[in-house]
């Protein structure tokens, strides 16, 4: 319980919460550290159940899992359709993710985007109270803040933006970019992945509404105050290894071993998300196969990918292609007793990814923009010391900030580029593997997952404290 014995103390919200169906301790990313700092903190998580209704519903349910409060809500077909599917994942991800090619905005989508925001605004008023802080995550509740604020709440709220923030000259691509960027002036304490998006948000806030960054970089617009920072997010390690060597071992795991019949192996796990590069990577598979002839029939590339956000056209259109260059590749390079490219359009438990991780030589984390991409984290952690695979790391993920040194960066546009590092992954002498490897995990024991939300909550709480004094 915290200091003030309050158990909503801390409510945090976000549009996903973890589904109590995939079971206690296989949730990943975002699930895996508000997990954390809930439980420290006995607090509230609150958001969408997952489930549409025919009408707009006001009910909320309340359960435990894992330890956590929640309290979860459906939306209606219709906000399901203009939040959801249309704001957030039509306009704001791909203009996050550096694509206005893909926006598709309209005005109704806006106004669905707000209606939302209001419902998650008014439901975490129903379970607050005088000592709750709130944190709000992703950029699906951007404007969760602004409308708290302006139903008469003072109590302290941070946000967390776990994908990129776009530079100025895209974001003014947004209709209603003033307004966002005055949402977001409602937070005391704002986070970022990186010091690219930090950058790009102070830069933003200022051109964009005037806003005042003063020298320590607080921002102030409006009569209110900001401190934005960067907070990367990360992973659990010794949960991580756990599983990675209990997969490892499980029937999947060996199953999976005696399919390599001892060739190395590279894996990819994403989502099917056009922001993954996946379609890139794929053709950098086949340009390695082209150019290094003794590659054939002497590597195996798995790409997990389950569907996501299937509603949304783009999405359907990358799975058709991914499943035309799968057939292409391996129509071209395949022999009776080797298949180069196994893409599985489907999701595992998180024991067997971490397993897989584990077996892999190397793995190709090349999204053409991420927030920070937690499985090359969670790659490094899986990791046997003795024998410890290679991460092959876009530039253009979060995660690069942190790995630089360790990993084998690469530019994800760049095929031939991307194919020459995948050889020199594949063909690392161990001693380099070993050293290379260290300095990522040196990296990650700095700064795992509970030292981020620990850092993100102790600012929370200093900013609160000050807005104190200066009342
Ligand atoms: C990214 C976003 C999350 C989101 C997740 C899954 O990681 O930052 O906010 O929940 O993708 O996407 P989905 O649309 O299925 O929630």
Redesign the pocket.
């Known amino acids: 319980m915290d200091e003030g014995g309050n158990l909503n103390s801390l409510i945090v919200a976000s549009?996903?919460v973890p589904s109590p169906d995939q079971g206690s301790g296989s949730q990943g990313?975002?699930a895996v550290g508000v997990m954390n700092a809930l439980s420290r903190t006995d607090g509230l998580w609150l958001g969408w159940n997952g489930n549409t209704e025919e009408a707009p519903s006001r009910d909320i349910d309340h359960y435990d899992f894992d330890g956590v409060r929640f309290a979860t809500f459906p939306m209606s077909v219709e906000q399901h359709r203009l939040f959801y599917i249309g704001y957030s994942?039509e306009v704001l991800w791909p203009l996050f993710h550096y694509r206005p090619d893909m926006i598709e905005y309209n005005r109704e989508k806006e106004r669905g985007y707000l209606e939302v925001n209001q419902l998650f605004a008014d439901n975490i008023r129903s379970v607050m109270d005088e000592s709750s802080r709130i944190w709000v995550h992703?950029y699906?509740l951007i404007a969760v803040g602004h409308l708290l604020r302006q139903s008469g709440v003072e109590a302290p709220l941070g946000f967390f933006l776990?994908?990129p923030f776009p530079p100025w000259d895209l974001l003014r691509i947004l209709p209603e970019y003033e307004n966002l960027l005055h949402y977001l002036s409602a937070y005391d304490t704002i986070g970022f992945q990186t010091d690219l998006d930090l950058y790009n948000f102070r830069d933003c806030m200022k051109r964009g509404i005037g806003a005042e960054i003063e020298e320590d970089g607080t921002i102030v617009f409006d009569g209110r105050r900001s401190q934005a920072d960067v907070y990367p997010i990360s992973i659990d390690i010794d949960t991580a290894r756990e599983m990675a060597e209990q997969g490892e071992n499980s029937p999947t795991g060996q199953r999976l071993k005696r399919s390599l019949n001892n060739r190395p192996l590279m894996i990819g796990t994403d989502?099917l998300d056009y922001s993954k590069g996946l379609y890139k990577r794929f053709q950098a598979y086949e340009r390695l196969l082209e150019r290094f002839e003794e590659r054939r029939g002497n590597v195996i590339y798995i790409q997990i990918s389950p569907s996501?956000?299937t509603d949304v056209e783009e999405y359907a259109a990358l799975r058709t292609t991914l499943e035309r260059v799968t057939g292409h590749v391996n129509g071209r390079f395949a022999e009776y007793d080797w298949m180069p490219l196994r893409y599985l359009n489907r999701g595992y438990d998180r024991a067997s990814i971490m397993g897989f991780l584990r077996q892999s030589r190397v793995a190709l984390i090349t999204p053409l923009r991420d927030?920070m991409n937690l499985v090359a984290k969670e790659f490094i952690a899986a990791q046997d010391p003795e024998d410890p695979g290679v991460l092959v790391l876009s530039h253009l993920a979060g995660a690069s900030r942190e790995l630089a040194d360790g990993a084998l960066l690469c530019n994800p546009f760049d095929i031939d580029g991307v194919a020459e590092v995948m050889e020199r992954a594949l063909s690392m002498p161990l001693e380099e593997r070993r050293a290379r490897w260290q300095s990522m995990m040196t990296v990650l024991q700095n700064n795992d997952i509970h030292q981020w939300s620990e850092n993100f909550l102790a600012a929370m709480n200093q900013n609160a404290e000050q807005r104190r004094e200066d009342q």
Do not use: K
């Open positions: 549009n996903r990313g975002l994942n992703d699906q776990h994908t989502r996501s956000r927030g």
